[in-house]
């Protein structure tokens, strides 16, 4: 999952360089920009983290933030830090 502004050119170039490395397996998720207007661009989903529950929950301080889980049965995940 990656947390990032839509308004931010640089972290939407970023965004495009990790789509196409992880593909359909990448959810993007933006705090701030317009979702639509990428969905249209990328055809694929892009989510919205509506009133901030993501980065309150996931504890993110600065985006673009990455977070994986290693495996699917692991119990933890990683936050990630990017620069774009």
Do not use: H
Request: avoid cysteine.
């Amino acid at each position: 999952m990656l947390y990032l502004s839509g308004a931010d050119t640089r972290q939407v170039a970023l965004a495009e360089r990790l789509i196409k490395q992880k593909g359909d397996r990448l959810k993007v998720v933006l705090v701030d920009g317009s979702p639509a207007a990428l969905m249209r661009k990328w055809e694929r989903p892009v989510y919205f983290d509506q009133a901030g529950a993501g980065v309150r929950r996931f504890r993110i301080d600065t985006v673009p933030a990455l977070i994986t889980q290693a495996k699917p049965t692991d119990r933890f995940l990683t936050i990630e830090e990017l620069k774009p």
